[in-house]
């Protein structure tokens, strides 16, 4: 059994400027700091066996202020990587480029779907009886949680939004 405790990076200077966030590796804010030390107060009694986040620095800066002064392993994977909006990487987030519309040359929901479904393969061939702290990002995570649950791709949008350094707590 594999417990994980998966969560979403602190406030980024991206978030702020509502832009396409995406795969860029995002910038944490004061408070996107505040957040994840938060985090990590929250998370103190929880004996972590490693970390893990997605490549990207918001991420990996968030594990480090909520769990650095642990001495745990940390390791870091691109399968827990926001999704890629391609050309829409860095634009504003504007009426006519909505969350729910994506360009041609994005990442498509199966596609994130299916590396969810990779991310979780990993966690159970790498991580077999620990418990693990995990951040990711706010789509990569639903659809984590969504391939954990075996909800098919179509139930996604049933799993609650992940809000800054939000956690939940997940069996495998």
């Given at each position: 059994m594999i417990t994980l405790y998966l969560a979403r990076h602190g406030q980024t200077e991206q978030n702020l400027a509502h832009i396409f966030q995406g795969q860029m590796p995002g910038n944490l804010t004061a408070l996107g700091r505040q957040q994840a030390a938060e985090l990590g107060e929250r998370?103190?009694?929880?004996?972590f066996d490693s970390l893990l986040s997605s490549d990207l620095a918001?991420?990996?800066?968030?594990?480090?202020?909520?769990c650095g002064d642990r001495h745990l392993p940390h390791y870091t994977t691109p399968l827990l990587r926001?999704?890629?909006?391609g050309s829409w990487t860095g634009?504003?987030?504007?009426?006519e480029r909505s969350l729910?519309?994506?360009?041609?040359?994005?990442e498509s929901d199966a596609q994130l779907y299916e590396r969810?479904?990779?991310?979780?393969?990993?966690?159970r061939s790498h991580f077999e009886g620990q418990t693990l702290f995990a951040v990711g990002h706010?789509?990569?995570n639903r659809r984590v949680i969504a391939?954990?649950?075996g909800l098919p791709l179509e139930r996604v949008k049933e799993v609650p939004l992940f809000t800054n350094c939000e956690y939940r707590r997940l069996t495998l």
């Open positions: 998370l103190r009694a929880i004996p918001r991420a990996y800066d968030t594990v480090e202020i909520a926001e999704i890629d909006w634009l504003d987030i504007t009426p729910l519309m994506r360009p041609a040359d994005a969810a479904a990779r991310f979780v393969d990993y966690v706010g789509m990569i391939q954990i649950e």
